[in-house]
Structure formats: C-alpha cells, structure tokens
C-alpha cells in the first residue's frame, strides 16, 4: 500500500492567497484526521472525518479554514484568505475504523505564506 | 492550555545506553496513551501505545511506563541507537469521551554514535 498521499509537499504563498492541500488515505480506511504541527503547540487536529461525514471540526482556527472529503479517497483543507501565522506543516491521517484506532500519518505539506 | 506536555525539547544520548522521554498530562479523563515517532521530512509513525488499566507495557527495545497517580508516562528506549534519533510525540485520548489523540510538543531525540 501506498500509505497517506499528501500533496503539494511543499507550498510557498503570499499573504491573502488561496491555499488548498490535498490528501488520499489509505484505502478502506474509514477516518481522515487533517493536524497542523507547529512549535508552539506541537501536533494539533483540525478537523476528523468518519466515512466522509464532518464529525469534529471545533480544531479548525476560524472561518478562513474549510475541509472537505468528497469521496472516500480524498479530501482537501482550503485555507482564504492566507495569513503568515499559518506558516506549518500540515498533515494528513487515516484509521481504518475511527477515533482510538491507530491513525497512519502522511508525509505533510510544509506551508509557508509570506 | 496545553494538556498533554513534553517539557523537554530535546535530549542527547549516547549509543548503546538507556533515553528517558517524559510526557505530563492534566485531564483526569485520559485513559489512553500513545506515543509517535517522527523522522524529518515523514510523518509521525505509531510507536507503542498503553491503556489507563497497565502501568507498563514492553515492545523490543521500547517500554511505555504509567503513572497515574502522577499524570505521567515515560518512555524507554534500551539501548538508544543512532537510527533512533527523531521527534517524539505522546499523545492522550479518552475512550469514555470523544477519542480524539491529544498530542504534546515533542522531544527531539539525538543519539550519539
């Protein structure tokens, strides 16, 4: 398998743009997690999925950050406008069944908005 | 507020002998622990998990010790070696509540050839 694909790997925006990150989880799995890795506050969850459903989003910081899991092999985090403190390196998971399940990460995309 | 805490950033240690990363939580509810493995430029990979009911669980060269009482766990890596060198995260859930893993900051482990 495959494992998590996560793309673009890296992003390199100005402030005010629109950034999408894309992510395919690992097939059958049911849960997609979108984190957000930061110094300060290390791995953080965004928002989780079970069977291509929001369960969870009170991760997402405000209403600039959108996820969307349109099928069972993808889904996107969309960041309107961008904003610097939004510089991380986000990442991707899936578990086969949901929460409480080991959770396969992706490789990250490293966003840096300038 | 941070609930789950690595209060050390990183840590140096030569090959061969014994690393000691500590993890401190504050909820009360958490009743499963994790921790994760990160190398650069890769995703955070499932190291070794623990359950509130143990206060030790042992895999190869790595033992997840629990404290309760405490609110805290370590782990042990017997010996460290070079290929160990990475980011480690813990990481705390409830099972009685939403699941969702709670991760701290992280401890960079360098080990010493």
């Known amino acids: 398998d495959a494992g998590v694909i996560q793309s673009p790997r890296h992003e390199v925006t100005e402030m005010g743009q629109e950034v999408t990150l894309r992510c395919k989880p690992i097939?059958?799995?049911?849960?997609l997690f979108w984190y957000r890795q930061t110094m300060m506050r290390g791995l953080e969850l965004l928002i989780y999925f079970n069977n291509n459903v929001p369960i969870d989003d009170s991760g997402m910081p405000e209403d600039r950050f959108s996820a969307k899991m349109p099928n069972a092999s993808f889904s996107t985090l969309k960041i309107q406008p961008s904003e610097p403190r939004d510089s991380a390196v986000y990442f991707c998971?899936?578990?086969?069944?949901?929460?409480?399940?080991?959770?396969?990460f992706g490789p990250g995309t490293r966003l840096l908005v300038l | 507020d941070q609930q789950v805490k690595q209060n050390s950033p990183s840590l140096s240690v030569q090959e061969g002998r014994i690393s000691i990363l500590n993890c401190d939580y504050t909820?009360?509810?958490?009743?499963?622990f994790l921790w994760y493995k990160k190398y650069p430029a890769e995703g955070p990979t499932f190291l070794i998990s623990?359950?509130?009911?143990?206060d030790k669980n042992e895999d190869g060269r790595f033992t997840v010790f629990l404290n309760k009482s405490a609110k805290h766990l370590s782990l042990h890596i017997v010996p460290s070696q070079p290929g160990d060198s990475a980011v480690y995260f813990c990481?705390?859930?409830?099972?009685?509540?939403?699941?969702?893993?709670?991760f701290g900051t992280g401890t960079r482990l360098k080990v010493l050839a």
């Open positions: 623990i359950s509130s009911i143990k």
């Open positions: 998971a899936s578990s086969p069944l949901g929460l409480g399940e080991t959770q396969y």
């Open positions: 990481a705390a859930s409830s099972t009685s509540g939403t699941y969702k893993y709670i």
């Open positions: 097939s059958g799995h049911n849960s």
């Open positions: 909820n009360s509810m958490f009743d499963y």
